[in-house]
């Protein structure tokens, strides 16, 4: 079980093994699909290779 925030519903839920639909080890860490609870498909990557996510800087108004 893992939290994350969907792409689709923006919600940050709780996912399930049962929701998990996929598991691949590849170069850049292991990608995990699953299903959110509101049906999007999702995709998160993994793992000791993982790289962290690249948030875009905010922009001064």
């Known amino acids: 079980m893992f939290a994350h ?3 689709s519903c923006r919600r940050r839920e709780l996912i399930f ?4 639909t996929g598991v691949e080890t590849t170069e850049h860490g292991i990608v995990v699909s ?6 999007a498909r999702q995709t998160m990557v993994t793992g000791i290779d993982a790289a962290p996510p ?8």
């Open 34 to 39: 699953f299903t959110c609870w509101c049906d």
């Open 17 to 20: 093994p049962s929701q998990v």
């Open 54 to 61: 690249v948030t875009a800087p905010a922009t001064a108004a």
């Open 5 to 7: 925030t969907c792409t």
